[in-house]
């Protein structure tokens, strides 16, 4: 029987806006019983999802920082190799992909851009304090929120229409930018090039395999493009993100958690019945 294997977000689409998944658990009930592995793809950092695993009592590789990490449970794969040769180091309890850039490289873009008159805040610039205050994070994720490897948020406070402007900054100084919540500045890596990865692995382990991908948001794309069935849920107001033009996305009908549900219950039960 082929696989199936999910990829989903998190913030906006597992969770709503206040970091429930409450309105998922219908579906989350069926894919731990049929065994299916659901595998966390965010732009959150290895010890926030770490937090998050733990209350779904997920055993699953993750993905970090969209795309900049790929957290593997040791002896989950038998294989020290990962696709097209990246080494797969253990690092405690995980074989770790590593396809991003330094954590350190990037707050100092970030401080050059200020320099150069653009008006951004970084989590790095920002207290935990600061940081659950702007995302409505409590204390202790927001804490965790800082401990950043491979890509850093940041608030743009300027005007919009200096956008490109800096988005031609941040590509001079070797870098890329995309938008989900906040703006985040990272290196080659994203979530589709972390997911194509995963999957070649789990292919070795499993054979044939099908994929879905759950998101909301233009950080998402690359992962969509790179599952076989994409899905995207709505925004609290009700609306899909118009910036996700991709002809053959399900949209589901639903707000973040409460889409997922639907979705995934309707696609897991037509695909494995």
Not at 165 to 184: D, N, P, S, V
Not at 186 to 214: C, F, M, N, P
């Amino acid at each position: 029987m082929t696989k199936l294997v999910i990829f989903t977000d998190l913030d906006g689409t597992l969770l709503n806006e206040r970091y429930s998944f409450r309105m998922a658990q219908g579906a989350l009930a069926l894919i731990e019983e049929r065994g299916i592995p659901l595998v966390i793809c965010s732009s959150k950092t290895r010890a926030e999802i770490k937090l998050y695993r733990g209350r779904l009592n997920n055993q699953h590789p993750f993905i970090v920082e969209n795309g900049g990490g790929v957290f593997v449970p040791r002896e989950y794969f038998t294989v020290e190799t990962g696709p097209s040769g990246f080494a797969l180091v253990t690092e405690r309890d995980y074989q770790v992909i590593r396809l991003g850039a330094e954590y350190a490289e990037l707050r100092r873009a970030v401080q050059e851009l200020q320099d150069e008159g653009f008006e951004i805040k970084g989590f790095g610039d920002m207290s935990a304090e600061e940081v659950s205050q702007l995302t409505g994070l409590g204390p202790e994720e927001a804490t965790a929120s800082k401990k950043r490897e491979f890509d850093e948020p940041f608030l743009f406070q300027g005007d919009r229409v200096r956008l490109p402007l800096l988005y031609r900054a941040i590509k001079k100084k070797g870098f890329r930018c995309t938008e989900g919540t906040l703006f985040h500045i990272l290196g080659e890596s994203d979530k589709g090039k972390a997911v194509a990865v995963l999957s070649t692995l789990y292919r070795a382990k499993y054979g044939e395999i099908v994929t879905i991908g759950i998101g909301d948001s233009p950080n998402d794309i690359p992962m969509l493009k790179a599952v076989n069935y994409p899905i995207i849920v709505k925004h609290p107001d009700g609306t899909f993100d118009p910036r996700i033009a991709l002809r053959w996305v399900i949209k589901a009908e639903g707000i973040g958690p409460e889409g997922w549900n639907k979705a995934v219950l309707q696609l897991v039960k037509g695909l494995a019945p």
